[in-house]
């Protein structure tokens, strides 16, 4: 096998893990109770290991966690925050090792609900979403989408596609 081939061949193999990573295949969703532990935002940029935490960033992550949580309410999901002392020790819920789902069952309730939002540049955002079954941990809705910009907007438009058209993808009319 030439060179050219073996590129095209890893090319394919990349580009085959990256559709797979982008959602979870769609499990039994009824909407009910969950801990709604908001959005955790990471920014790996040049930009914030020299500026820091830029304010209107975080401001921006407050309102897209009231949006996100609004649009889920909207599709019945009743939303309860953990405790902040549970939630003490807990840097990222959605890289938690079951913690989240812990919470949640501890709450009584059904599902444990996070987002991601992961700065690559002021261009470049991944808006993340997920939803684990409380009792089981299992994930069963995932997903992730990238937006261009860092305005209010992008991150709205960015969760509203991303629960539109792949957390609830089965519920578009053809």
Request: hydrophobic share 40%.
């Amino acid at each position: 096998m030439t060179i050219a081939l073996h590129i095209r061949a890893l090319a394919l193999a990349a580009a085959s893990l990256l559709m797979s990573v982008g959602a979870v295949a769609a499990q039994d969703l009824t909407p009910g109770t969950a801990t709604w532990f908001g959005i955790h935002y990471i920014d790996s940029s040049t930009e914030g290991d020299i500026n820091g935490v830029r304010q209107d960033e975080t401001d921006r992550i407050a309102m897209t966690e009231d949006y996100v949580a609004d649009l889920l309410t909207e599709r019945g999901f009743t939303l309860t925050e953990p405790d902040p002392e549970a939630t003490a020790r807990i840097l990222n819920p959605a890289h938690s090792n079951g913690a989240d789902t812990r919470i949640a069952a501890e709450m009584g309730l059904r599902y444990a609900i996070m987002g991601e939002v992961q700065k690559t540049s002021n261009l470049i955002q991944s808006v993340n979403l997920r939803i684990r079954d409380a009792d089981t941990g299992e994930t069963l809705r995932a997903g992730a989408v990238d937006i261009r910009g860092n305005t209010d907007d992008a991150f709205r438009r960015g969760y509203r596609y991303l629960l539109k058209n792949v957390i609830f993808r089965e519920d578009k009319k053809e």
